[in-house]
RNA sequence: GCCGGGAUGGUGGAAUCGGCAGACACGGGGGCCUCAAAAGCCCUUGUCCGAAAGGGCGUGCGGGUUCAAGUCCCGCUCCCGGCACCA
């Protein structure tokens, strides 16, 4: 530090009493000032380019709480930097409030849902508001609206049409508690997403969309998102869809034909049995007569198991013996047929060709009823019928009559060749995502638009006559009872069929909320619109999303549903693109103590409380500063008090920098630092590596603090360096640096806002540096620094290397074997 | 079981091109200011040896490649996440 001790002392003496920095002072004075701004509107600069920044949008349960302020608060600084960098930012907010988490609420507060929910919007739209996203509040939307949801019938209508959406009777995941069906992908572990209850089955006729229509086009879109989307969601999506290739294999089984699916139709001479799912109808089909009553006991007791209990893999196999034999379709060979539970009604086929040999299943069941085990592939291991192990390594196939001495590829390619020449079975795809379930015996959800009339079976509810309202049903009661209470509501439920004009009765299951948010993102683009869900050619414009920020916890929900429905609508030819989403960040969690909070384990932070103790900023920085984006932040490691500290050190450093009289004199220290801190915050802001941001903004902030107590020579420097921190650290601690805007003379209220103002730029010139530190290192170890110009040549730097004094008393006498230069930063001497 | 991701000081993290390990903070220690405290400011803080100068060691563990490895390769251990009788 330069300056005398009694020059320090001198600048750092107050002269008046000053004001602390008070974070909610601040945030009062500047909250009505921009509102009256209104600054983050949409479509404010003409024709420049257009960037779509977009946070998945909450449900109204309750107020804000940490989780938010994490994600919007990370979403809000990359808004608000392309804000900055010239882009027509649209950065719109929304409710998701249909749905059963904000009914299960309502109802436990013997509260209607609609009043319940928009109670809530307005409660979380006013801490929004205060936690000062840019948000561009005229796009506004709720899904509950009959505005929104008259557009997700109308969608229904279309995906109907086409094909996409329909009812059929099935076995169906059933939640006990919350007595409504749930999709395949909102069973987590065997029990229910929302509420962790135990998930049990129910046959039942329910609507579905037909997304594995899809399953090809879902997975190989995924490389459009390769480089910008998590690797971990994609990953996730490509598991839940499942494409495995293999094969159709038809075996005969009296005078029935049997499909099985397989993915290793080259041990179709190892298969010694065959195996059909036992709660599938087919087995009763095929059960000889004298097994019927094993086969049903066996049945029941199948029925009895919880998912949970069904799929833990190390369960003893069971099954029962049907009586009647499988014609092998390449072997001739008949083999006997059992039915069993380790075998799934709803994959594949229903039914599958043994190879206990290659098979651990199979070989389990064939150890436990005693069926003989071949080996056709020769893996070099052991005989699994010895090892109790099975093998499914490649190697040669034996026993395979004209497939012997082919390698595992090459018959699974020459079988399936083989089958399809001769009949019997032909090369397939098979995936694990099943078709989403979309009804609910809900209330609060969007009518499904069909009418059911005796005459004419399903009709659909005619354009003109949408939205179907939810009739009001106040003072009804709303309990969860396994039918949907639509059905209570008489007047709403009978009408005459659109079609014969006869009675008929309206469809009493509501949609699920994933249907609504599969969409949202397109509505933000024309919220107004009343001839269609979106105007496409504001949709043209805006998508697809540049940024969308959002939790892992919707990698196979809503990320997947809405990748579908983007693809149905660019089909309908109403969209563009066919990926809906160019770039993912998740978001961590903010946990406490290591945990997740939770009422139970009484380690919840309270989101108000904090902001009131600490102010929006500090906690926005806290959270930001914490860590990368995607990990999870422990609210116990990290200090709000230390950033409020730094805030104040900026306030207080833009106070004393706005009182130096105007003066053009400059310190190149500054200048060189400033620029090299705008430098690298960009790439950094560019990259999301926000925490190493904030860092970088601390150490321009100490920079300029010294050369201001060191006499503040560069006053020119000082001002415009604190105004291009400002413009930055804007995007991160929006108040303060409001603040500090206006203590640099700024007129805020006339307009002249930080966050109105340009992004900074960097002057080449000041990022080369005069000199650069050459490390000198002899056998890899630091021993000498060197100051050197940077474009110092080789030899020099060899010559100046060798003859450094650090080198030469290390180098100890021995000779160099070699000198290794990367100049100008390294030279490493290695000794004889 | 399968598929991902990870392990760096007392703590959160930085070092994203194979080139100074520990930026920036939190916490700790010491000091200045004060009647005192708070706030603020300054110094210090990986570890071991040493009074110091200086040196040794150090990025989960074991090997390897390289002049040079937190970073690349091989083999482990542990932790976190996802899927899980998916044929």
């Not at 994609?234 to 293999?246: A, F």
Request: net charge negative; glycine share 8%; charged share 25%.
């Amino acid at each position: 530090m330069s300056g005398t001790y009694e020059q320090r002392y001198e600048m750092t003496q107050p002269t008046v009493e000053r004001e602390p920095y008070d974070p909610h002072a601040v945030q009062d004075r500047w909250l009505p000032v921009w509102d009256r701004l209104d600054l983050y509107r949409a479509g404010r600069h003409e024709g420049a380019p257009k960037k779509y920044v977009l946070d998945m949008f909450p449900y109204p349960s309750g107020d804000l709480h940490m989780g938010h302020a994490e994600a919007y608060g990370l979403c809000d600084v990359l808004a608000r930097y392309w804000m900055r960098r010239g882009f027509d930012v649209m950065h719109p907010i929304g409710w998701d409030s249909f749905g059963l988490p904000a009914e299960n609420a309502a109802i436990k507060r013997n509260e209607h849902p609609a009043t319940y929910t928009y109670a809530n919007i307005e409660t979380q739209a006013e801490s929004f508001r205060r936690y000062a996203i840019s948000f561009d509040w005229t796009r506004r939307l709720h899904t509950s609206d009959p505005e929104y949801y008259r557009w997700t019938q109308w969608l229904f209508l279309r995906f109907r049409e086409r094909g996409l959406a329909y009812r059929k009777s099935s076995a169906v995941n059933w939640c006990p508690q919350d007595q409504t069906v749930l999709a395949n992908e909102q069973v987590v572990q065997g029990a229910c997403e929302r509420c962790g209850t135990v998930v049990t089955k129910r046959d039942l006729t329910q609507w579905f969309f037909k997304v594995t229509d899809y399953a090809d086009r879902l997975l190989d879109d995924m490389e459009q998102l390769r480089d910008s989307w998590p690797s971990r969601v994609l990953k996730m999506q490509e598991n839940w869809i499942g494409r495995s290739q293999g094969a159709h294999v038809d075996f005969a089984i009296g005078t029935d034909t049997v499909t099985v699916f397989t993915t290793r139709p080259d041990t179709l001479y190892g298969a010694t049995f065959f195996v059909v799912a036992a709660d599938a109808p087919l087995a009763l089909q095929l059960c000889a007569p004298d097994r019927r009553e094993a086969l049903e006991a066996y049945r029941e007791d199948v029925r009895k198991l919880s998912d949970i209990d069904r799929q833990s893999t190390d369960r003893p196999k069971t099954g029962v013996d049907l009586g009647v034999s499988a014609l092998n379709p390449v072997t001739d060979e008949q083999i006997p047929v059992y039915a069993a539970d380790y075998v799934l009604a709803d994959y594949g086929t229903g039914a599958i060709m043994a190879v206990p040999a290659h098979d651990q299943r199979d070989l389990d069941f064939a150890r436990a009823f005693d069926l003989p085990v071949r080996v056709v592939v020769d893996t070099g291991a052991e005989d699994p019928s010895v090892t109790g192990v099975a093998t499914s390594g490649d190697g040669v196939l034996v026993h395979s009559g004209p497939y012997d001495g082919l390698r595992k590829e090459e018959a699974i390619a020459q079988v399936v060749v083989d089958l399809e020449a001769r009949g019997g079975g032909k090369g397939a795809i098979n995936y694990r995502l099943r078709d989403w379930l979309i009804s609910r015996q809900r209330f609060w959800g969007p009518p499904i638009p069909i009418v059911h009339c005796e005459a004419c079976g399903e009709v659909a509810v005619p354009d003109d006559q949408l939205p179907v309202r939810l009739p009001d049903l106040r003072g009804a009661d709303l309990k969860p009872a396994g039918t949907s209470p639509l059905g209570a509501a008489t007047e709403w439920l009978n009408v005459s069929c659109p079609s014969c004009g006869g009675p008929a009765t309206r469809d009493t299951d509501t949609m699920d909320t994933f249907v609504d948010s599969s969409w949202y993102f397109l509505r933000f683009c024309s919220p107004d619109y009343t001839d269609g869900p979106f105007d496409p050619e504001a949709v043209r414009q805006w998508m697809p999303v540049a940024q969308y920020v959002g939790g892992v916890e919707h990698a196979i929900l809503h990320l997947l549903y809405s990748r579908f429905f983007m693809k149905v609508l660019h089909d309908m030819g109403m969209v563009d693109a066919v990926e809906p989403f160019a770039a993912l960040l998740n978001q961590g969690q903010v946990i406490n103590q290591g945990k997740a909070m939770s009422k139970s384990l009484g380690n919840g932070i309270d989101l108000g409380a904090e902001l009131s103790r600490f102010g929006v900023d500090a906690v926005r920085l806290t959270m930001v500063f914490a860590g990368p984006p995607e990990d999870d932040i422990d609210w116990a490691d990290v200090s709000p008090a230390g950033s409020v500290k730094y805030l104040a050190r900026v306030a207080r450093l833009a106070e004393d920098v706005g009182e130096l009289p105007l003066s053009e004199v400059r310190d190149p220290a500054v200048d060189r630092a400033v620029a090299r801190t705008v430098d690298e915050v960009t790439r950094l802001v560019e990259g999301q590596r926000l925490n190493v941001a904030v860092a970088r903004f601390m150490e321009l902030t100490s920079t300029m603090r010294k050369s201001y107590d060191a006499g503040a020579a560069g006053v020119a420097s000082l001002r415009e360096g604190v105004a291009s921190l400002a413009v930055m650290l804007g995007c991160f601690a929006p108040y303060t640096a409001e603040e500090v805007w206006s203590r640099l003379g700024h007129d805020v209220e006339a307009g002249d806002s930080v966050h109105a103002a340009t992004w900074p730029t960097a002057e080449p010139a000041l990022l080369v540096e005069d000199t650069v530190t050459c490390v000198v290192q002899v056998a890899g170890k630091v021993r000498d620094r060197l100051e050197v110009a940077p474009d110092v040549g080789e030899d020099e730097l060899r010559e100046l290397a060798l003859a450094s004094a650090g080198g030469v008393k290390a180098l100890d006498g021995r000779g160099t074997r070699t000198v290794i230069v990367r100049a100008p930063k390294l030279v490493n001497i290695v000794p004889a």
